[in-house]
């Protein structure tokens, strides 16, 4: 039997937790993963890096890296390894600083401080490789990777937001707030989200895998900055939407700054909003955090989705999804019809 093909799209904490529930999915299933990553993000060790030698975000895709990183105790060591955060010189604390904002040692700038090995190592080998997909396939053999990691699209983009109540003495105010960081920091309420350029070129590997999938994964992840950017790339949207694959939607346990005041219903809202034509087959939700599930079952079938309620988040009361948990629920799901 072919293995079932799943494409997990996203970013940052979001989809690392999508790709270990994945991972834990993979004893009673035979999965091919492919996580597809956002490539705004302009804050930290990545945007600093943007910023001065230009190409694609690393942290993102690193953090996509790592979690599907093989259990060899020696991949296990150089998926440490990518994560490790250099200090400020003469032993200051291991920060990621805003971007363009270096750290300094003993009161001198230190360059390295605030940056993650594996963003660097990335950065490398794509100024080696000359492509950052070779160079996400390099270094997913160098971590014993169990799937492939892709870019949205190979070039960088910004994300922009009209927001309103930015400025809190103005709370009825709409302003353009610009940048990934800034729009996922916002105090005011997202009113639309675009990206620039607009329309960028998707990755014609990651299209190749949309149109190959068996089920294509959204979230969980910072919606606005993470999530609902893949559905404005138009190559990878007409691939989304052309797809033969089933859809899956795993909704977020609370609100994150950047969407205060958003519903459960009103982040599926937002689905169809940017992407009419987008039909999901199943909507996946904490059975604790998911509060009106009539509300979010009503708005599950305006897309043309079935509600599954499952307890996914840690026991320790954080708003966390448990990999472990959230593979048991995803099971079902994916191994339904094989």
């Given at each position: ?269 937002t689905l169809g909003r940017y ?18 599930p009539v509300a979010v079952e ?41």
């Amino acid at each position: 039997m072919t293995p079932t093909r799943v494409v997990a799209f996203g970013g940052g904490h979001g989809l690392s937790a999508s790709l270990r529930a994945l991972r834990h999915c993979v004893p009673g299933l035979d999965l091919d993963i492919t996580a597809v990553v956002t490539v705004g993000d302009d804050g930290g060790s990545s945007g600093r890096l943007r910023a001065e030698r230009g190409g694609l975000p690393p942290g993102d895709l690193r953090q996509a890296l790592v979690a599907l990183a093989g259990d060899h105790p020696a991949t296990r060591r150089s998926a440490a390894l990518f994560q490790h955060r250099f200090a400020a010189a003469g032993g200051g604390e291991a920060v990621d600083p805003p971007a363009g904002q270096a750290v300094g040692g003993r009161g001198a700038a230190d360059p390295l401080a605030g940056h993650a090995v594996g963003n660097l190592l990335l950065h490398g080998l794509t100024e080696l490789l000359g492509d950052p997909v070779v160079a996400l396939d390099h270094a997913g053999a160098m971590l014993g990777a169990v799937g492939r990691v892709l870019p949205m699209s190979r070039q960088p983009v910004g994300i922009e937001a009209r927001v309103r109540g930015a400025d809190p003495e103005r709370p009825d105010e709409v302003r353009t707030v610009r940048g990934q960081h800034q729009v996922a920091v916002t105090s005011g309420t997202v009113e639309s989200l675009r990206l620039t350029p607009a329309a960028p070129a998707a990755c014609a590997e990651a299209v190749a895998a949309v149109h190959a999938a068996d089920w294509l994964i959204f979230g969980p992840g910072s919606w606005y900055t993470s999530v609902l950017p893949h559905l404005l790339v138009p190559g990878l949207a007409d691939a989304i939407v052309s797809s033969p694959a089933r859809r899956l939607v795993t909704l977020n346990l609370v609100a994150e700054k950047e969407t205060l005041g958003l519903s459960l219903p009103d982040h599926l809202d937002t689905l169809g909003r940017y992407l009419p034509e987008l039909k999901v087959d199943m909507v996946l939700a904490d059975s604790k955090a998911v509060g009106d599930p009539v509300a979010v079952e009503r708005a599950a079938e305006s897309l043309g989705a079935r509600l599954v309620l499952a307890p996914v988040a840690v026991t320790d009361g954080t708003p966390r999804h448990d990999p472990a948990a959230l593979g048991a629920a995803l099971v079902p799901v994916l191994g339904a019809d094989r």
